[in-house]
C-alpha cells in the first residue's frame, strides 16, 4: 500500500471548520484512501472513504484532488469531543491481507 | 447491536507469565482482526482470521504469540511467555467483509512487569 504523509499535529477552534491534509503521492489507481481517528484511550474509527469522488457523511466530507495525489479530511463544524488523533490510510481493497497501515496521524487539538 | 468487546480492558503481570486476551466480534462478521501499539510506536497490524481460518498473520511477531478463533466466533491471543516488549495496547477489530469498514474495540492494555 502506499505510504501517506500528514502534518503531525493542528489546532481549530471549536464550531469552526477542521481542515486535515493528507499527502499520497504514490497512489496507484486501485488504491483508496481511509481515514480514521482514534479517540484517547478508545479503538480507532472508522471515518470515510473514497477513490477519486468527493465524499461526504455525517461525520464529515472527503475531499480528493483530480490527480489523487492529496486529500483534505473536513469535519465542518469541530467540537471538543472531535479532539483525537486523525489518520490516513491508503489501501487497496483487493488486498487479500485487508490490512490497514497506520502511520503517525495528525493529533487534532480542538480548543474553546 | 453490541460492537467489537474486548477483555480484560487492562492487565498487569510479570515477565514470563502468560496473558490470554480474549476478543469477541460483531456478530455475524466473519472477519477478524489484531492490532497493537506498543509504547510510543504506531499502531501495527498482527493477524487476519477469515471465519477460524487465519489468513495472513505476517504481523505477528515471534512464535511467543498464538492466535486462535475455534468455531469462527471470539478470538484469543495468548502471549507466553510475556517479555517486557510486549506492553503496550492490544486492538481488536472485526469487519463483514474483507474489503469493508473495520469496526474496533476498545482495546486490551498489557502491562509487563
Known amino acids: 500500500d502506499a505510504k501517506t504523509t500528514q502534518p503531525p499535529s493542528m489546532d481549530c477552534a471549536e464550531g469552526r471548520a477542521a481542515n486535515l491534509p493528507c499527502n499520497h503521492s504514490t497512489i496507484s489507481g486501485n488504491e483508496y484512501v481511509y481515514w480514521y481517528r482514534q479517540i484517547h484511550s478508545q479503538g480507532p474509527q472508522y471515518i470515510i472513504h473514497g477513490l477519486k469522488n468527493n465524499e461526504t457523511n455525517e461525520m464529515a466530507s472527503l475531499i480528493i484532488t483530480e490527480d489523487r495525489k492529496s486529500s483534505t479530511l473536513i469535519l465542518p463544524h469541530a467540537t471538543l469531543r472531535d479532539t483525537a488523533v486523525y489518520y490516513c490510510?491508503?489501501?487497496?481493497?483487493?488486498?487479500?491481507?485487508?490490512?490497514?497501515?497506520f502511520g503517525g496521524g495528525t493529533r487534532l487539538m480542538v480548543k474553546p | 447491536e453490541a460492537g467489537v468487546t474486548q477483555f480484560p480492558s487492562h492487565s498487569v503481570i510479570e515477565k514470563g507469565q502468560t496473558v490470554t486476551l480474549r476478543c469477541d466480534p460483531i456478530s455475524g462478521h466473519d472477519n477478524l482482526y489484531w492490532y497493537r501499539r506498543v509504547m510510543g510506536k504506531e499502531i501495527k497490524f498482527l493477524l487476519h482470521?477469515?471465519?477460524?481460518?487465519?489468513?495472513?498473520e505476517s504481523g505477528m511477531p515471534n512464535n511467543r504469540f498464538l492466535a486462535e478463533r475455534t468455531g469462527g466466533t471470539y478470538s484469543t491471543l495468548k502471549v507466553q511467555p510475556a517479555e517486557l516488549e510486549d506492553s503496550g495496547v492490544y486492538f481488536c477489530a472485526s469487519s463483514l467483509q474483507v474489503a469493508g469498514e473495520l469496526f474496533f474495540g476498545e482495546g486490551s492494555r498489557l502491562t509487563v512487569l
Open positions: 490510510i491508503v489501501r487497496a481493497t483487493h488486498n487479500a491481507g485487508n490490512m490497514l497501515t
Open positions: 482470521f477469515v471465519k477460524e481460518s487465519k489468513q495472513d
